[in-house]
């Protein structure tokens, strides 16, 4: 199975200041990668699939890149409601498969 | 917008079985391809079984001969039967629309899950 790995674990972010979240593949899943973000106690929400196109309703400040192993989601402003857990998953191979998640954290 | 609502999570002792239930509104269950995804406690996201809208369905290995995944189209509703649990299989469990319709990939409506706990 591919294997998913976000790092960091833990970011430590001050509100208006820039994410920017690692995921890599243990093979190339071309741009078959999405992103979820989770809030405490509720379900993921689709953020990105395709590697970088925005689900419905999305803000643009959330923007994905990267193809192949290593991908990018990148937060321009942190807003108070964007401090959650992101994870993202692969869908290029069955199972499919999901990273660990990065929290990202108030600094 | 789709909802889903799953139903049917609780304590059960190591052994026994369970059926949980996802009822969806909004689109129709039979026409679309649909996942159980877990969570154990403190971890990531862990896909465990998928109906596609054709009907075949698939397992991850660690499930595989324990848990069947079955719909009903007059309920709309998705189910996951679970059977010989194991502490390991304790977790919230979440339904999953797939999507895009044509070549289920990623999970595009969520519901807010239910919990199991395997435990004596």
């Known amino acids: 199975e591919v294997v998913m790995t976000q790092s960091p674990a833990t970011l430590s972010v001050s509100p208006g200041e820039r994410a920017t979240l690692s995921c890599r593949a243990s093979q190339s899943v071309t741009s078959n990668l999405a992103w979820y973000q989770q809030k405490p106690g509720q379900a993921p929400r689709l953020l990105i699939y395709a590697a970088s196109t925005r689900a419905t309703g999305i803000p643009a400040r959330f923007s994905g890149s990267g193809s192949g192993a290593e991908f990018t989601l990148t937060i321009s402003s942190l807003q108070s409601e964007d401090f959650a857990v992101y994870h993202c998953?692969?869908?290029?191979?069955?199972?499919?498969?999901f990273g660990q998640g990065t929290k990202v954290e108030v600094k | 917008e789709a909802q889903l609502v799953e139903t049917g999570g609780g304590l059960i002792q190591p052994g026994g079985s369970l059926r949980l239930s996802c009822a969806a509104s909004?689109?129709?269950?039979?026409?679309?391809?649909m996942s159980w995804v877990r969570q154990a406690p403190g971890k990531g996201l862990e896909w465990v079984s998928v109906?596609?809208?054709?009907?075949?369905?698939y397992y991850a290995d660690s499930v595989k001969g324990r848990f069947t995944i079955s719909r009903d189209s007059f309920k709309n509703t998705l189910y996951l039967q679970m059977g010989s649990l194991r502490a390991e299989d304790t977790a919230v469990y979440y339904c999953?629309?797939?999507?895009?319709?044509?070549?289920?990939?990623?999970?595009?409506?969520w519901g807010q899950g239910t919990l199991v706990t395997v435990s004596s």
């Open positions: 998953q692969q869908y290029n191979n069955w199972p499919r498969t």
């Open positions: 999953a629309r797939m999507g895009p319709l044509l070549l289920p990939s990623y999970f595009d409506s």
């Open positions: 109906i596609y809208s054709g009907g075949n369905t």
């Open positions: 909004a689109f129709t269950v039979s026409s679309n391809s």
